[in-house]
């Protein structure tokens, strides 16, 4: 199975080529950075698995990326979670449409959910797969990514390089920034300020380079903003490429206000995601009527 060298496209903003590393066009059914961040669960032998457990939101990018990679191994795939609403459960797109469409089979738990998980017998052919295992083997993908930028920076001789993507947990900008010395990694807090990314960097490995952060003292996680919207409109008008709609809005916004910063030729990670996104335009329509 093909599962590297995702294309790098470019275009032209404010004088400037920037290059966006399709990650989103990684593989037609297992695709983005979460896919990237579960490479390893799917090169791995793991030959007594058939079943594969984990739990957590129901909009979840992770979530649909579990059940992409479930359903390419052939394992069945069962998701702990509080009961959705039911027009959650209604939707025909978004991450939990498409994550039911790909076998995910739902057990829904009434209350604490982590107590329940810690509480499971698991078999020895289940595999149990946390939010935060899927943040410590990371490192497996995101060399392979680096290995992709590199080889690339090499065929076009850039000597330097501003790699860029928008961070949640920031496992992916930090293994980046490791596994990429010779570039600088640069990236925005979607979740939480910047402090809380930095304590996200220390609980990984407090020993690594830390990616340079361009604050986000203003987005909220998911929270539609008007500005991000007209944002998202510009970005996708120009690049004829569809982002994400809960990173890539604040991720553009802030790359833009700190254009003249940087001087080396720019990077984007796309990160993939779009799964999400008519569930989020919804809830720009209701908001700003767009
Ligand atoms: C998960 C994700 C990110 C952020 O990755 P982290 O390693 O958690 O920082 C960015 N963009 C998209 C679309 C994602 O799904």
């Known amino acids: 199975m093909k599962f590297v060298d995702s294309p790098i496209d470019h275009f032209e903003y404010f004088g400037r080529q920037i290059y966006v590393k399709r990650d989103d066009l990684l593989h037609p059914e297992f695709s983005g950075n979460k896919a990237r961040k579960l490479a390893y669960f799917l090169m791995e032998e793991f030959a007594e698995i058939t079943t594969l457990v984990s739990y957590g939101g129901t909009q979840s990018n992770l979530m649909y990326s579990l059940s992409a990679l479930a359903k390419l191994r052939g394992w069945q795939f069962i998701y702990y979670c509080y009961k959705p609403s039911q027009i959650a459960l209604d939707q025909i797109v978004g991450n939990l449409a498409g994550a039911i469409a790909n076998g995910m089979q739902l057990s829904i738990v009434e209350h604490n959910l982590d107590q329940r998980i810690a509480d499971l017998q698991l078999a020895k052919d289940t595999l149990l797969v946390k ?26 001789s850039y000597a ?31 979740v939480g300020d910047t402090d809380y990314l930095k304590q996200q960097w220390d609980r990984l490995d407090a020993n690594l380079t830390k990616p340079q952060i361009l604050a986000n003292t203003k987005y909220r996680f998911a929270t539609p903003h008007r500005e991000l919207w007209d944002k998202y409109q510009e970005i996708s008008a120009i690049s004829y490429i569809e982002f994400d709609l809960v990173y890539d809005p604040v991720g553009w916004q802030i790359l833009s206000q700190h254009l003249q910063d940087i001087s080396e030729p720019i990077l984007y990670i796309h990160c993939g995601g779009q799964m999400g996104n008519p569930t989020m335009k919804q809830r720009y329509k209701y908001q700003f009527k767009v």
């Not at 939010?131 to 392979?144: D, L, P, S």
Request: hydrophobic share 45%.
């Open 160 to 190: 330097r390089l501003a790699v860029f993507l928008p961070s949640g947990t920031g496992a992916t900008a930090l293994y980046l920034q490791y596994y990429l010395p010779e570039f600088i990694v640069y990236t925005t807090n979607c």
């Open 131 to 156: 939010q935060g295992a899927a943040e410590e083997t990371a490192r497996f993908g995101i060399m392979q990514l680096a290995a992709e930028i590199r080889s690339w920076a090499r065929q076009f």
